[in-house]
């Protein structure tokens, strides 16, 4: 008999088989596509030779992960790639602010009116950040928090609505480019918690960047999955599961699911029947004959650019998308180019871009239009360098990868108690109520991103039970 069995090889699934394999548990991983990677894959989804990464690009929280900080990854192949700027939110007017490793020149960005308040906003917490991330990272009672003074002040900043943050803010600039910050999760700005989002984004580029993985998302599940290798676990790739019944024996199973498919095959019922899932995206992935031609150029040499020409512009773009059941007219737009770092994603001389906007959970239209229109006001000719297009709306993104129900490439709706209180309002979210069977995906704590937390938080809960059984 097995002692665990992880059911899905996304970045959480094989984290939480790592750990467990670290500690001399047997651990065997099934999946049912016929690679790993689950959101951290890489595919020629356009035309030979063109390397797309077909949901998470950009990894700011994979490079903070204390998980992943913790397991040799480099030795397996990862290898992070810094572009000159982590991120660009570009203008109208051709300028742009950023988001830079440095402070000073990120709050210069934003205008004299607003540099003060940036560096003061940022600068108390960041000598702690990596304390902050693994305390941040590992709530609730999965670990104490080593520096709670700076995790209460933290709260006292980022508990509230990211509008009561930005009051600190004068101009449109750093309200923007914080406004933009937030949206990544798809959360409303005035929901509660978001002041945190944006400020865990910032903090985390300051501290080590948005890098790109060298090749693609996917080096960073095959790294995971080779260093599981090592360590004596195996890994069965076409596996389809379906119910409990089609897997080995084992003393626990873990789930990187979504809690929907988790009630169906363990036969929870209506157990997570309270779980919301949120707003769906509509993704395209471009071939390029050359660089996006930005007209801010800060903009050329950002990995990640944000797509919005101000704080009220993203605003009502989350608002049509998560609350008025409709596509937004001018998308608030998520952008990565890795050629800016890696050249070798695409042949020489060409580009992949990356790029999506929020639409309704399971709209089935077409965002095409309205997302070329959005970044022709900042790259004037971006049509004429599109080589071919991979578009993929909600219905397909729930096809491609089970986890993401409605098109929510977060695995849940990131709003109200539901942020950090996921899958349900349990001290304990990562067990269920089969007693050997737990849920490690970005349904629960800290939730979404390519950062395997909840799969090493999830270890914890599993080998504590572990432990227990032998006693």
């Given at each position: 008999m097995l002692d665990v069995v992880v059911v899905g090889a996304g970045p959480n699934g094989l984290t939480a088989a790592v750990e467990l394999a670290r500690r001399g548990f047997s651990v065997a991983v099934f999946e049912a596509r016929d690679t790993v990677g689950g959101g951290a894959r890489t595919e020629e989804l356009t035309l030979p030779g063109f390397r797309h990464d077909p949901c998470s690009a950009a990894h700011p929280l994979g490079i903070n992960s204390p998980a992943f900080r913790a397991l040799p990854l480099e030795r397996y192949g990862l290898e992070w790639l810094q572009p000159e700027l982590p991120m660009a939110h570009p203008f109208t007017d051709g300028t742009a602010a950023v988001l830079s490793r440095s402070v000073a020149e990120t709050a210069a960005s934003f205008g004299a009116r607003d540099a003060g308040a940036y560096r003061r906003l940022v600068e108390p917490f960041l000598p702690k950040w990596d304390t902050l991330a693994r305390d941040f990272m590992s709530l609730p009672l999965t670990a104490l928090p080593r520096d709670p003074v700076t995790l209460a002040r933290f709260g006292l900043v980022g508990l509230p609505p990211s509008t009561w943050l930005m009051r600190r803010f004068r101009d449109e600039r750093a309200k923007a480019l914080f406004s933009g910050l937030v949206a990544h999760v798809m959360a409303p700005l005035s929901g509660v918690a978001t002041g945190a989002?944006?400020?865990?984004?910032?903090?985390?580029?300051?501290?080590?960047?948005?890098?790109?993985?060298?090749?693609?998302?996917?080096?960073?599940?095959?790294?995971?999955?080779?260093?599981?290798?090592?360590?004596g676990g195996t890994v069965h790739t076409d596996y389809e599961v379906k119910r409990l019944d089609d897997l080995p024996p084992a003393r626990a199973y873990v789930f990187d699911t979504s809690p929907t498919a988790l009630a169906r095959i363990a036969g929870l019922g209506r157990y997570y029947d309270g779980y919301r899932y949120g707003p769906g995206v509509f993704k395209?992935?471009?071939?390029?004959?050359?660089?996006?031609?930005?007209?801010?150029?800060?903009?050329?040499?950002?990995?990640?650019?944000?797509?919005?020409?101000?704080?009220?512009?993203?605003?009502?773009?989350?608002?049509?998308?998560?609350?008025?059941?409709?596509?937004?007219?001018?998308?608030?737009?998520?952008?990565?180019?890795?050629?800016?770092?890696?050249?070798?994603?695409a042949p020489e001389g060409k580009q992949v871009f990356w790029a999506y906007g929020h639409v309704p959970s399971g709209w089935d239209g077409d965002l095409t239009?309205?997302?070329?229109?959005?970044?022709?006001?900042?790259?004037?000719?971006?049509?004429?360098?599109?080589?071919?297009?991979?578009?993929?709306?909600?219905?397909?993104?729930?096809?491609?990868?089970?986890n993401y129900i409605g098109g929510d490439i977060g695995s849940g709706a990131v709003t109200g108690l539901q942020i950090l209180l996921r899958p349900k309002l349990s001290l304990s979210p990562y067990g269920t109520p089969h007693p050997v069977v737990f849920i490690c995906s970005s349904?629960?704590?800290?939730?979404?991103?390519?950062?395997?937390?909840?799969?090493?938080?999830?270890?914890?809960?599993?080998?504590?039970?572990?432990r227990q059984q032998q006693v």
């Open positions: 989002i944006g400020l865990v984004f910032a903090l985390a580029a300051h501290a080590r960047g948005w890098p790109v993985a060298r090749g693609g998302s996917q080096s960073i599940s095959d790294a995971l999955a080779a260093y599981l290798k090592d360590l395209v992935d471009y071939a390029l004959d050359g660089p996006v031609p930005w007209t801010a150029p800060e903009a050329r040499v950002a990995g990640t650019v944000q797509i919005g020409a101000s704080s009220a512009e993203i605003g009502t773009a989350l608002r049509a998308a998560s609350r008025e059941g409709r596509a937004p007219d001018k998308p608030f737009m998520i952008t990565v180019q890795p050629g800016v770092v890696d050249p070798d994603r239009d309205a997302l070329e229109r959005q970044l022709e006001r900042f790259a004037p000719g971006f049509r004429d360098r599109v080589l071919a297009r991979a578009t993929a709306g909600p219905p397909e993104l729930a096809a491609r990868n089970a349904a629960t704590p800290p939730g979404p991103g390519v950062h395997g937390m909840s799969g090493h938080n999830a270890a914890k809960a599993v080998w504590r039970r572990l």
